[in-house]
Each structure stands twice: as C-alpha cells, then as structure tokens.
C-alpha cells in the first residue's frame, strides 16, 4: 500500500475504510502529474483497457470500448437515498440509506482484489474559487482516472484545497464484475456520497460529472442557495469588446453542445460577433454582491456525443477533438484513425465496430437491420482549452454573469421558434413546464411528449416540487434577475421539414434576445409570453420561402388548450410539494387563452 499524500485525517479515515471492504493490492494517489498521466496510458495500452491510436494524426488520443451492455446513463439503476422517500420526489428512485449502503456493500466487498485503487481528489470549478466543490473518487478504472484528469481539476491543487478544508463528496467507483445485474448508481445527498458499482461508462461512473455535478449539488445548492444546473453557458462579444452571456437549458438530442459553440452565419459577419464557449452541459450560479446572477462552469472538459459531430454541425468541437482527446466506443480505421455515423470525410470501406468486430458500412444483422460502426451514445472525452472559441473566463473565480436564461425543447407544431416570458415567476413555469417530443432515434412512440423541466428531470437530486420553489426564492434575491426565454429549433411544416435552418442562425435569434435584455426592441404580447416582431429579426443573407417567420412565431390557441392537459397531469405528480405559484401561472395561462 502507498503512502497516504494528505494530512487529511478525514480523508486518510474514509479511504482506509474504503479499501478495508473493496481489498484493493495497491492503492495510488493521484498526483495530476502529466509524468503519472503517461504511466498511467501505457499500463492501459498494455492491459488492453485502451487501444493506442495514430499519434501523427491524432496525437495524444487513444480509443476505449464498454461492454455491449454498458454504453449509457442506467436511469432505472441510478438511485436518490434520503431517510424519507418524500424528499426524493416522485422524480427519482428511492431507497432508504441503510438499504442501499447494505445492498451496494455486498457487491463492492473485495470488487478491487487483483486492482489498484486509485485516490482521485479533484475540484468541480477553479480551485479556491466560492462557486468551487471539492470530491474525491475512489476507482479500480484507469479509464475513469484519465477522464477525471480531462473532465476536472484533478491532482495535488484539489488535495491542497482539502488541507485548508477537510469538506468533500465522497465518490466510491469500482468495476466489479461489470454485470447490469450487479449494477448501481447510489446517491446519498445528506452524507455527501456517491457509490457506483457495476459500470464502466462514463456516465454512471465520472462520478464528477452529473453525480456529483448536478444530483448531488443540486441538493447542496438548495441548502446553500444558489443553482445547479444542467445548462451551456456562452459568451456574446459585440466588435466593441462588450460580451453578454447567457445559460440555456436543452434536453438531450436539442443541439446544446452546438450552440455553446455556434459559429455566426455568413449574413452576421459583417457585424464582427464573436462566440466564447464557457461550457457546454453544467452551470453554477450565485447572486452575486451586485445582486446579478453569476455563473461558472464546474468541468475542464467536454464529454460529448460523437454521432453526428461533423464540421457542418459543429466544426469548433471537430477542432477540439484532435488531440488529447478518449474516444469510446466508436469505429477504429485500419491507419489508427476512428470514425463514427455522419463524420467528416469518406465512409472508410472496412473498420474494426465499437465492440471489435470487423465492420464494413451496410453490413446487416441477421434480422436485415443495418449494423452501426460506431454506438449511437459512442463518447468522446477532450479538455475545453482545446477548444478554439474557450472562454478566457474559464478559471475565472467569480465566474461570468448571466444576462439571459434559455429554456428549450424538441416541438414540431407548438412553441414558437423563441418567447419571452412575462417575469422571473412566469419563467419558472415555462422552464418546469418545458419538453420534448420523442424521436425515432428514442425509445417511446416518436412524437411522445416527454416532460423534462430545466432539462433536469434525470439530474434532480431532490424532490422537483421542492426544486421549483427554490427556483421561485432565487428570483426574490436578484436585483437584476436575468430575462427566461424558450426557444425551439425544430417547429415543422406541414411535410415535416424544418421550419429553422438552426445552427450558426441560431445566433439570429439570440441577438433578438440580448436586444430584449437591454431594452432595445419591443416584442408582441401572447397568451404564452412575448414573441418577436418579425422585423426585429436580422434575416441578413438567409432566406426562407414566404410565411415561414409567420409560421415560426405563431401561437396556436387551440394547440395551447391542449398542452394545458399534459401539463396538469405532470403537475399533479407533486402533489402538496408543488409551489402554488406554479398553478396559479397554470390558472392564469389558461385564462389568457380563453380570453384570445
């Protein structure tokens, strides 16, 4: 066993208990050395837990594949552990603490005899600054240790910080035998603990990210009062030096990760905008002295979806992802390139699949069904200051301040292309009531209405009642709350073809938002919020057939009365816990449509 690197007794305490149930044959303190780092990679090389690629043309990247049965968040195995289950809310799995901690011990006990353990202490957000939280994991994955070291502010700063303050989130990860039926997400939001046991993907196992990052905070940041949230957060530079940010929430499937890192379309040029990435999936935010909202973005990296990465979608992460970059599951090329389903370039005639498998495009499975090369959740892991457009502000300890909040959803007939609520309150609801309707690619009927508030509804480590009432009281301690608005990118028409050109000319949009913001232009008062006059869209170099903005804007009563019943039912699900502010924002839409 390896020396303890820390003074630490709680920490020292915590990890001897730890390796007494898991048996570890060695334990290693991660140093966030890029000497330990490289050891660290060819262990796994030779271990065949990664694959080493082409390092002249994708230098410093290697390649990693799941279990076929391991490639995504387990959402039914993913747990919220808190003595009464009312306080999980009907959001969430409950189990009782005692229960889980017993049923997630027995698979743990001697899950590491034959591995090493290693020590990962790491800083969600800059380290020292207020928004910052400290976590340490503990892993038999060197897989997990080389992402950490992407995703987060891994090694001796993040220890250091532990010596002037022994509060921590103890993350507890091991392999095990990585059977699904052996498999747990365990959250236990009063002792500061995560467990996951069973997985090796990268969701239910970089107990940083959302574990820590949203479930976990988000029950912090209600004790505390400030936000957690699942939320891009980007930056607006007008050619004068002046930048506004905004955050905005999407569900998964809506273009997030596009949109933090939009390229301006041709026809806005001229005006000299430019884009900082500040984040593309987390935000915390704080009301400030001044009374504004403040935000950060608590990662170091990017975790994204590779399927359908290309330079037309989002040429600035095709940028990030060449160098220092973990690929998962996605095809490796016969010169030690990878590839997956719509990236750039030929599709390569022959490969190796995200399972091993020799693969050529259009083979087909014995039921006729096409085999994909690459998974359709295949990840790749890259470090954020690889990013061409990364905010300068990344390590900034205060964080950027938040002029606009954006939520959105996946609509085909019924939310306008952007909307303005009326006030924070009104906000609220837009943002609790938002959702998505299913796609083919999804499971469910496609066109399901699925219900996703804030885009938080698999994040939420606490009772969503109570979560939107937290959102309530954090508009009463802004001065200057920033303006709610929802977008949707994906209205159709009539042959369901898009309305939008979405992409870049999302900036288009967003301009009209900041304009609100500051005052600039007037907008049109809707039974669901305020619409833009048509004029005060800059629709420079993009053309679309007559009516399209017409159509883009329309607010349907009739559509409108009909969402108020699925909206109803889902609030219902709270029963007591739901803020009556929340009905009466109900109560009041629905009048405003009758009135129309």
């Known amino acids: 066993m390896k020396k303890f690197s820390t003074h630490n007794k709680k920490l020292k305490d915590w990890v001897t208990k730890m390796a007494k149930m898991c048996q570890p044959d060695d334990i290693v303190w991660i140093d966030g050395s890029a000497a330990q780092k490289e050891q660290l990679e060819k262990e796994a090389i030779v271990s065949g837990e990664l694959i080493g ?8 990247c290697v390649l990693h594949r799941t ?25 969430n799995n409950w189990m009782a603490p005692s229960a889980a901690y017993k049923k997630a011990r027995s698979i743990f006990k001697d899950s590491m005899r034959g591995r090493t353990m290693y020590v990962i202490p790491f800083s969600m957000g800059p380290v020292g ?54 498999r747990l997400i365990m959250h236990f939001p009063e002792d500061n603990t995560i467990w996951s046991v069973g997985s090796g993907y990268g969701g239910n196992v970089l107990l940083g990210k959302k574990c820590l990052s949203l479930r976990i905070a988000s029950f912090i940041a209600r004790k505390e009062r400030w936000l957690a949230e699942h939320m891009l957060i980007m930056g607006i530079e007008e050619p004068n030096g002046h930048i506004e940010y905004i955050a905005a929430a999407f569900p998964s ?53 590779a399927p359908g990465t290309n330079s037309k979608t989002n040429p600035n992460m095709v940028e990030t992802i060449k160098k220092d970059t973990i690929y998962t599951n996605v095809v490796l090329k ?58 300068f502000r990344l390590e900034q300890h205060h964080g950027v ?47 399901e209405v699925r219900r996703d508030p804030m885009a938080m509804l698999p994040f ?67 039974p669901i919020g305020y619409v ?20 883009l804007f329309d607010v349907d009563k009739k559509s409108w009365i009909e969402e108020l019943k699925g909206i109803r039912k889902f609030f219902e699900m709270f029963k007591k816990d739901l803020p009556k502010e929340m009905w009466e924002e109900y109560e009041e839409l629905a009048l405003r449509l009758k009135k129309q």
């Open 334 to 391: 016969p010169d030690g390139t990878v590839w997956w389903e719509g990236a750039d370039g030929e599709v390569p005639a022959e490969g190796i699949d995200w399972i091993g498998r020799p693969w050529k495009p259009g083979m087909k499975d014995a039921s006729g069904k096409v085999v994909l090369g690459a998974n359709a959740n295949s990840r790749f892991t890259a470090p954020i200051v690889n990013c061409p457009i990364a905010s």
């Open 129 to 182: 600054s207020p928004f910052s939280k400290i976590g340490v994991e503990l892993t038999d994955s060197r897989y997990v240790v080389l992402n950490m070291l992407i995703m987060t502010r891994a090694g001796v700063a993040a220890l250091k910080q532990l010596e002037k303050d022994d509060h921590f989130t103890k993350c507890l990860h091991s392999k095990a035998q990585l059977d699904i039926n052996k």
């Open 460 to 526: 939420c480590g606490y009772n969503m009642g109570s979560y939107f009432g937290h959102w309530l009281n954090m508009g009463k301690k802004m001065k200057k709350p920033p303006k709610i608005f929802h977008a949707n990118w994906f209205r159709t028409d009539e042959n369901g073809k898009f309305l939008w050109p979405g992409f870049g000319e999302n900036l288009r949009v967003l301009e009209w938002v900041l304009d609100r913001c500051n005052n600039k232009v007037n907008a049109i008062e809707t």
């Open 532 to 551: 833009p006059f048509i004029s005060d869209i800059d629709m420079t170099g993009l053309h679309v057939p007559e009516g399209t903005l017409e159509k």
């Open 253 to 305: 499937a809506c273009g997030k990760t596009n949109l933090a890192m939009l390229v301006p379309p041709e026809g806005l040029k001229i005006k000299g905008y430019r884009i900082w990435t500040v984040g593309d999936d987390i935000a915390w935010m704080r009301v400030d002295s001044d009374g504004q909202l403040w935000a950060i973005n608590p990662e170091a990296g990017f975790f994204g979806v």
């Open 401 to 447: 301040p938040i002029s606009a909040i954006i939520f959105g959803g996946r609509r085909a007939h019924l939310a306008p292309l952007i909307y303005e609520s009326f006030n924070w309150q009104h906000g609220v609801f837009v943002g609790a009531t938002m959702a998505s309707e299913r796609t083919a690619a999804q499971v469910g009927a496609v066109g």
């Open 67 to 91: 279990k076929p049965d391991d490639v995504a968040r387990t959402e039914h195995l993913t747990f919220i552990c808190t003595k009464k289950k009312r306080d999980a809310g009907p959001n």
């Open 53 to 60: 690629l082409n390092q002249d043309k994708l230098p410093g």
